[in-house]
């Protein structure tokens, strides 16, 4: 979505992310148990079957033990993390925190198990493999954005750099290598990234035409029932067999700033005020509305509202609205017999 369309729903489309985001953060819990489950049983059976001669005796039942620990902690994590009821309450920057802790402990065991199983004689799996999958995972169920995505596992990826530059100091990897899974390790979160941002991309479009359609059957019937009650502002017609007062109220849209005033004085006079706001729609009519009270106020107060007090106040309160212009035209007619006794027309200027 675009910054502008963005604005128009902002506060919508920031709870409908912290609604979807809630409602996902124990999918993604229960997919790491599921793929921590399942990485378990195939470790430790490889393990308990092979007869390498480095996994002989004691080693075998403690690099199962290794094993059966490690991965039941990761286990637990997810497992803590999916009965946390707090997170039914959690706003989104909260559950983002908790996805990050989350990984970050998870991270945190596998690199511990990488470090430790080559000194019980077995070979760990690089570490960039959970971590891709671990990503991959997360932004194929969670709702973040790219850049969400990358700040929950980059302080991953900087620790897996952090230890594998001790080996290099040890003598344990070389340079070439290390420069070169610096170089190419960014690439794995690449799948992940995309995902994250092509949902996000469609679901804004899909959100966008949502509300669009439903704020505008909501404008129209708004619009409708403002119609209504700005037409009860226009007097009514009459016909006293001297002078028949008919007219007819057709806005450019659904409101305007046209109206006309009618208000019949003791002494059997009529003042009729002309009243034409620049523009249409909805802040034409409210600016009638203003004046419209402003009129009914002036006839209440005084017995006799000369037209050039009807125009000068009219003028008045539109002034204090500071918005576009108005055209006023204020007449005193004399129905008995049928005479104009006064007029009054003009703007601010």
Known sequence: MTSTKQNLFKSEYELELETWLRRRFRAVCWAYMGMGAVALSYRVLTTFLTDAPELAGWRRWVAIALLLATGGTQLAVAIGFLTARHWAQATREQLLKGVSQMVGLLGVIAILRYVLMPAVGQEEVDFLLP????????????????????????????????????????????????????????????????????????????????????????MRQEYAKARSIHENMFPAAFDNGTVRFEYTYT???????????????????????????????????????????????????????????????????????????????????????LELVEACAGDLD
């Open 131 to 218: 971590l891709f999958f671990w990503h991959l995972t997360a932004c194929a169920v969670l709702p973040w954005t790219p850049r969400e995505s990358l700040r929950a596992f980059l302080p991953l990826w900087v620790g897996w750099v952090a230890v594998k530059l001790v080996f290099v100091l040890t003598g344990q990897y070389d340079w070439g290598s290390w420069i070169l899974m610096l170089a190419l390790s960014w690439g794995l979160l690449i799948p992940g990234y995309a995902i994250c941002a092509m949902r996000l991309q469609q679901h804004g479009r899909n959100f966008r035409t949502r509300m669009v359609g439903k704020y505008f059957m909501t």
């Open 251 to 337: 806005p450019m849209q659904e409101l305007g700033g046209d109206y006309i005033h009618a208000h019949t004085t003791p002494d059997g006079c009529v003042h009729l005020t002309l009243i034409d706001v620049t523009g249409h729609g909805l802040p034409a009519a409210l600016t009638v509305n203003r004046l419209f009270g402003e009129l009914e106020r002036i006839h209440a107060e005084a017995e006799v509202a000369e037209p050039a007090l009807l125009h000068e106040q009219s003028l008045g309160a539109f002034d204090e609205l500071a918005v576009g212009e108005l055209q006023v035209g204020v007449g005193e007619l004399q129905l008995e017999p």
